[in-house]
């Protein structure tokens, strides 16, 4: 964490909502943004050195987890995440200048896009068919290009593929967003801030009633409350699987500490994914007894009872 | 722990259970054997350091804990458990010489005593009537002075109040033991033995639903077993009680140590009440993922994680 960003490698082309999100990362200022075209092939080029740094979609509240990039991060070489940003999801219909609603036959997006806009699109332009396209930004290409009518895109990429702006703020749920995460080779984790969030992944290697259930108690026990929990399969066989796993804190928390150890000893094997500052400011409730104060007081006091010295 | 022993203190008058248990400890020998009239008398002659140690019954596998005992050493001036000490309950009835069963009108004996005698007085003496006594002792030395015809006590009483044994083997439940616990002013704990029991007090300072079900998960999560506990109030007014707590393990494993200063961070307060040998030689199944070994493991790979050095 320490030095300047000179480069972020982020999922291309130019004009998606990854490029928007990186756009807000204060490190990304004056440092080289360079495309890529998968989510693999962003962490690749942040784990063979050529990017200081990459970003990519963790979570989109409508859909889920995004699990190209939960796969990549809990099982793939380690990448350690460092910051977040979140997003309003809220698409644009891109088309080429002269084109009405009427003319719309065939829309493009990103798998991802369609689904949060699936009503919009049957209340207007019914009739549409549906395409897929590696990124939205590839969409408005396409259409650039002449391939489809439109895409569904942010309204940021009308002017960067020449296109125009039909209909704005598209979205099916309201204050949806989507969750990018800012990676790093991995490091020291950012200073913590009292707004932060962290993320592990827990390996189950043999499963057992009560696992889940184990892990669980671990962070309840501290007072920890876990933002999202995913399982997964490892590709490791049957009964093999993993949780990924954000939380409330900071790894440097008492509590979070404890609650780490306590899965590593109980777990086939954690990873630590990072810990970082909160894109919502969220600052946790600690319950009480589990204050760092609360931990130091009560190793001070077993200390005098083993050593008898009150 | 350290130096000779050289004087006992010990719920009298001679002829005890408490003086019998009192016998089988290794340290005992040699030293000073000091009988008191009540419990509380017993651990103030050692709070006040008129002796170097005492010994009281903490639990009756028949009638439950002895709730003087724990009550003193729960909300008392502290003393320390350093061992234990298990008799197999069975009592002698011991009479005047010449006296035949039919003779027995009154039967005298501590309250414990009576409740775990109740069938076989039934079917042998159904006519006879209790009598309360301080100590089963006290009860021989009442027969002896021919205030009551029989005494529930242990044979060995017999010989020392010149009275004679009508019957051996007396109780009504099989395998029943009492449970003494030998005391120290507090002190450094005895070194663990791999077979070892921890007593401590959990202090709830305000009636909570949940309360109880916290303090246990404190041992669970860290697979510890409770082989007693028992709520008291504290005097202290309505919602605020304690629970005695007996489990598996010493004070300086590295679980045990974990489960206590949990305990210290979300209780009112905690006492710790001793780690001692088991007088069963009972050694605990120690459960994947809490030996010390996986704490000081999990302490490092959570150091490495903090500082970002794998």
Redesign the interface.
């Known amino acids: 964490m320490t030095g300047r960003t000179r480069s972020y490698a982020y999922l291309g082309p130019s004009g998606t909502f990854t490029e928007a999100a990186l756009a807000s990362l204060p490190d990304s200022e004056g440092a080289e943004h360079l495309p890529y075209a998968t989510v693999p092939a962003v962490l690749d080029a942040l784990r063979r050195g050529d990017v200081d740094a990459a970003i990519v979609a963790l979570e989109n509240s409508v859909e889920g987890s995004v699990p190209t990039t939960l796969d990549e991060l809990a099982t793939g070489e380690p990448l350690q995440i460092v910051a977040e940003v979140a997003l309003p999801v809220s698409f644009a219909l891109l088309v080429r200048p002269g084109t009405s609603m009427a003319d719309v036959k065939t829309v493009a997006s990103h798998p991802h896009a369609q689904p949060q806009c699936r009503r919009w699109l049957a209340d207007n332009i019914p009739d549409a068919e549906w395409r897929a396209a590696t990124s939205n930004a590839e969409a408005a290409q396409h259409v650039a290009d002449g391939h489809y009518d439109a895409a569904l895109a942010g309204s940021f990429a009308a002017a960067r593929y020449g296109l125009d702006v039909l209909a704005e703020d598209i979205h099916d749920v309201a204050d949806a967003v989507t969750r990018f995460v800012a990676l790093r080779r991995?490091?020291?984790?950012p200073e913590p801030t009292g707004s932060d969030r962290t993320s592990a992944v827990a390996f189950i290697g043999e499963d057992h009633p009560g696992a889940l259930l184990e892990i669980l108690?671990?962070f309840?026990?501290r007072g920890i409350n876990l933002t999202l929990i995913q399982s997964r399969p490892t590709g490791a066989g049957l009964g093999s699987y993993l949780f990924w796993m954000d939380f409330e804190g900071h790894?440097?928390d008492a509590r979070v500490?404890?609650a780490?150890?306590?899965l590593?000893?109980?777990?086939a094997d954690?990873r630590?994914v990072g810990s970082y500052p909160r894109a919502d400011h969220v600052r946790p409730e600690i319950r009480?007894?589990?204050h760092d104060a609360?931990?130091t007081?009560?190793?001070a006091?077993?200390e005098s009872?083993?050593?008898?010295?009150?």
């Open positions: 991995p490091c020291a984790p108690t671990e309840s026990v790894v440097s500490g404890e780490l150890m306590g590593r000893r109980v777990c954690v630590f009480r007894g589990t609360d931990f007081e009560a190793a006091w077993l009872v083993r050593t008898g010295h009150p």
